[in-house]
């Protein structure tokens, strides 16, 4: 199925009501989606990206079938999710980076023994894919834990096992790694990217984290205000906001801006020094050429925000 997801002018539309004085309401109508058409290829790995708000949750609720479209037409594997959730349900798995799926005060092997009769899988498959996701996603020790009391990132890496014990075909992921550490990052990351190329199960992932995207998805979708206003590449994203990387660099000692090539300093305080230099750009000539000619002590790189980057297509268009 070239088109395992399809939405064809999707569109979701709240109605909001405003107190406007004793006893008066306002109704008013907030369209949280607008005209969403976009496809997606079986086996796909996709970010989908935007500002708060834009939209992003409302889509993939309506992908689950949590909610049912305004309007428009929206199919996964050929079938309507707001009118067929159940069946649906046994096709795909879903993640929600700020809400759990898990059983908060009781261990952890208990949400996934609630999975294996919820999802009626075989006891065989089960045995396997449960052994599989605990070898991978580190979750060996943490079985016979309350969830409540798991960190954060072993909390999502086990809501990441509960999601995919049924073998689903697509899985969302709405954040899977906010407030996550380093360490817990890499481990999600490296497991989601095995995922998608040993069982070739289609991924859409939501998240603010451009790392995220860059180090997972070729293809990547921004959405804001409900449209679709971009569908391509990371760097062909970049491109188009023309976006910028930050350098943070900590020196021995205060010096007047550093002087480098295809950077440029945008901040000072003291010894530390911000420099800007285009997102497609690779980090590592810049760094070789500051160690250099100067005292480092210290550096690190920031990727560019989302926001900024939508706000800076959005003002070339308006200037064009």
């Known amino acids: 199925m070239s088109d395992f997801i399809a939405l064809e002018n999707v569109e979701k539309v709240f109605e909001v009501r405003r107190k406007t004085g004793f006893l008066k309401r306002e109704r008013r109508e907030v369209r949280a989606v607008d005209a969403l058409s976009f496809t997606v290829?079986?086996?796909?790995?996709?970010g989908y990206i935007g500002p708060n708000g834009a939209g992003k949750s409302t889509t993939i609720k309506m992908l689950t079938g949590i909610l049912t479209p305004s309007g428009g037409r929206l199919r996964v594997a050929g079938i309507?999710?707001?009118?067929?959730?159940?069946?649906l349900a046994h096709r795909i798995g879903v993640v929600f980076g700020q809400?759990?799926?898990?059983?908060?005060?009781?261990?952890?092997?208990?949400?996934?023994?609630?999975?294996?009769?919820?999802?009626?899988?075989?006891?065989?498959?089960?045995?396997e894919n449960l052994d599989r996701l605990v070898e991978l996603l580190d979750l060996g020790g943490l079985l016979d834990v309350p969830v409540r009391q798991l960190s954060l990132g072993q909390r999502m890496r086990g809501d990441i096992a509960a999601?995919?014990?049924?073998?689903?075909?697509?899985?969302?992921?709405?954040?899977p790694t906010i407030g996550l550490d380093v360490v817990s990052k890499t481990k999600v990351r490296d497991f989601l990217r095995?995922?998608?190329?040993?069982?070739?199960?289609?991924?859409?992932?939501?998240?603010?984290?451009?790392?995220?995207?860059?180090?997972?998805?070729?293809?990547?979708?921004?959405?804001?205000?409900?449209?679709?206003?971009?569908?391509?590449?990371?760097?062909g994203l970049h491109e188009a906001g023309e976006s910028?990387?930050?350098?943070?660099?900590?020196?021995?000692?205060?010096?007047?801006?550093?002087?480098?090539?295809?950077?440029?300093?945008?901040?000072?305080?003291g010894a530390r020094q911000w420099l800007a230099f285009p997102a497609g750009q690779s980090a590592a000539p810049l760094v070789a050429d500051l160690a250099a000619r100067y005292p480092l002590l210290?550096?690190?790189?920031?990727?560019?925000?989302?926001?900024a980057v939508i706000a800076r297509m959005?003002?070339?268009k308006a200037v064009s």
């Open 314 to 316: 959005y003002a070339e």
């Open 41 to 46: 290829a079986r086996g796909e790995m996709v």
């Open 99 to 127: 809400r759990t799926t898990l059983w908060w005060d009781l261990p952890l092997i208990d949400s996934y023994r609630l999975a294996h009769r919820m999802y009626r899988i075989p006891d065989a498959r089960y045995r």
């Open 298 to 307: 210290d550096l690190s790189v920031r990727e560019p925000d989302i926001e």
């Open 163 to 175: 999601a995919l014990l049924h073998d689903p075909e697509v899985l969302y992921l709405d954040e």
């Open 194 to 235: 095995e995922l998608n190329t040993e069982r070739g199960t289609t991924v859409l992932l939501t998240t603010h984290d451009l790392q995220d995207i860059e180090q997972l998805c070729s293809r990547v979708m921004v959405i804001d205000h409900g449209r679709l206003v971009y569908d391509g590449t990371l760097a």
């Open 80 to 87: 309507d999710p707001s009118r067929e959730r159940m069946r």
């Open 244 to 269: 910028e990387r930050t350098l943070v660099v900590d020196l021995e000692r205060e010096l007047p801006p550093v002087e480098v090539t295809a950077a440029r300093v945008v901040k000072v305080e």
